[in-house]
C-alpha cells in the first residue's frame, strides 16, 4: 500500500486518509492520563524507544496498521502488542496506557471535523 500521504508527527491525520479507504476498520486512539505512553518499534525513536501523548492506529481485522512503527505495515495485532506496546520495566517514571478509545469509522469522519485540541481534549476525558 503506498504512503503517499504520511507526514511525519501527524498521526491522526494519517489515519483520517488511510481509514477513508478501508472498510470496516477502527480508528484507536491510544493514551494514558499522564499523557506519556511508551511505544517501541517507532521509526522517530531517539533510541528504542520513543514517548507520545497520544498515538492513533488503525485496526481492520487482525490487523495494524501504524505509518510510525518500524514493525510490518500492516502488521498482526499480536506482534504489535507484544513489540510496540511492550511493558517498560526498566523505564521508570513511564506507565504502560491505561486505556485506547476505539472509534468505528462512520464515527472518525465526524471526530476528524474537530480540531486537534479537542481531540487532545477527548483523549484526556477518556471519551
Not at 504512503?3 to 483520517?16: G, R, V
Request: contains cysteine; hydrophobic residues 45%; neutral net charge.
Amino acid at each position: 500500500m503506498a504512503h503517499s500521504f504520511y507526514t511525519k508527527y501527524y498521526c491522526e491525520e494519517n489515519i483520517y486518509r488511510l481509514c477513508r479507504l478501508l472498510q470496516d476498520s477502527y480508528v484507536v486512539f491510544i493514551s494514558n492520563p499522564a499523557q506519556k505512553v511508551v511505544f517501541w518499534k517507532q521509526k522517530l525513536a531517539p533510541e528504542d524507544y520513543v514517548v507520545w501523548d497520544y498515538h492513533v492506529i488503525l485496526l481492520k481485522k487482525s490487523l495494524v496498521y501504524d505509518f510510525d512503527t518500524t514493525l510490518n505495515f500492516p502488521c498482526s495485532i499480536s506482534d504489535y502488542c507484544s513489540q510496540s506496546l511492550k511493558t517498560p520495566f526498566t523505564l521508570k517514571g513511564f506507565e504502560r496506557f491505561s486505556f485506547a478509545c476505539i472509534i468505528m469509522l462512520i464515527d472518525i469522519i465526524e471526530l476528524f471535523l474537530v480540531s486537534c485540541i479537542s481531540l487532545r481534549l477527548l483523549l484526556i476525558a477518556g471519551i
